[in-house]
């Protein structure tokens, strides 16, 4: 990201939402779709492949929507900049935020909850949990592009959210155990996992796909409390969080991944509900 991109979203967090959502309307959208055409051919092959029963005007309406969507999350990205907390919690509303603030105990003091890059992840991520007595945090891999990195980390931590970065996660919760913290994390396990660490194959939207098994692992080795979070997007720019707890046992990764085989088949019934709150411009099926 650039002096320049950050300039702009710091003068974008000043304006009203609505007025941001015109913004995203009138000029993200037609050039982010129509002139830079950002990852059209990757969109366009991931929706063949999780819609082969649609019809091409299906799929190119569900594009348009995903567009006007992706451009939506990009401005309200920049607003969480100048959002307090209790816009942001107005704006990502949890359902049932009682029953996961209860879940960690001294027997079991994590709990995982298990998001999507569906919705605005980005709002899940800042408003998660802040203001309890548990510690809230997150999961993330470090971005290349340092700027933007350090912009996203701001805004994510900005009220009270721990990130921990991937290469330090066990050292970090080993830390925390030994501390007596209780501890809920948002996670969101949907993208490609790298080559050297696949161990497993799911059917998503009917195609065999590479899943990250790191998640699962994580869970069976810390006896985490489980919950998988289902989002929806109410009306523009207000969404709704319901997280529901998964009874499943952890598999022992001897080609058993039952936490990760229902979080996928409870994404794909959530995608199924509004397919355009997914990220598609993620090449989620590179051979």
């Known amino acids: 990201m650039s002096k320049a991109a950050l300039f702009v979203a710091h003068i974008l967090a000043c304006l009203p939402l609505e007025v941001l959502h015109l913004l995203s309307d009138a000029l993200l959208y ?14 366009e092959k991931n929706l063949a492949l999780a819609f082969p029963q649609k019809s091409d005007e299906e799929r190119q309406e569900i594009e348009r929507r995903f567009y006007h969507f992706l ?3 990009v401005v309200e990205t920049a607003k969480m900049e100048r959002m307090s907390e209790e816009e942001l919690k107005r704006r990502f509303a949890w359902e049932n935020i009682d029953e996961v603030m209860r ?3 001294d027997e079991k003091p994590f709990t995982l909850c298990l998001f999507a890059h ?3 992840w980005e709002w899940s991520i800042a408003s998660f949990l ?5 510690l809230s945090a997150f999961f993330y ?8 990195n350090e912009f996203t980390l701001k805004n994510r931590t900005r009220h009270g959210v721990l990130a921990i970065e991937a290469p330090s996660v066990s050292g970090t919760l080993e830390s925390l155990r030994t501390n007596g913290q209780r501890c809920i994390v948002n996670v969101a396990p949907d993208q490609l996992p ?6 497993h194959f799911c059917q998503f939207m009917g195609i065999k796909t590479k899943v990250i098994t790191g998640t699962e692992s994580l ?26 707890r998964l009874d499943y046992s952890p598999g022992s990764g001897n080609g058993q991944w039952p936490v990760t085989d229902a979080y996928f088949e409870h994404l794909q019934r959530q995608i199924g509900n509004q397919p355009e709150l997914w990220l598609w411009s993620h090449d989620r099926w590179r051979r």
């Not at 037609?30 to 969109?43: A, G, Q």
């Not at 891999?141 to 933007?148: T, W």
């Not at 069976?220 to 969080?241: D, F, L, Q």
């Open 30 to 43: 037609p050039v982010v779709r129509h002139v830079i055409r950002y990852r059209r051919d990757v969109v």
């Open 194 to 199: 790298k080559e050297q660490y696949v161990r």
């Open 141 to 148: 891999q470090p971005l290349h592009n340092k700027a933007f």
């Open 130 to 134: 802040s203001g309890n007595d548990n």
């Open 103 to 105: 879940s960690p105990t």
């Open 118 to 120: 569906y919705g605005n």
């Open 71 to 73: 451009c939506d999350v």
């Open 219 to 244: 869970i069976c080795r810390y006896n985490m409390n489980v919950y998988i979070c289902r989002v929806a997007r109410i009306k523009r720019g207000v969404y709704s969080c319901r997280a529901e």
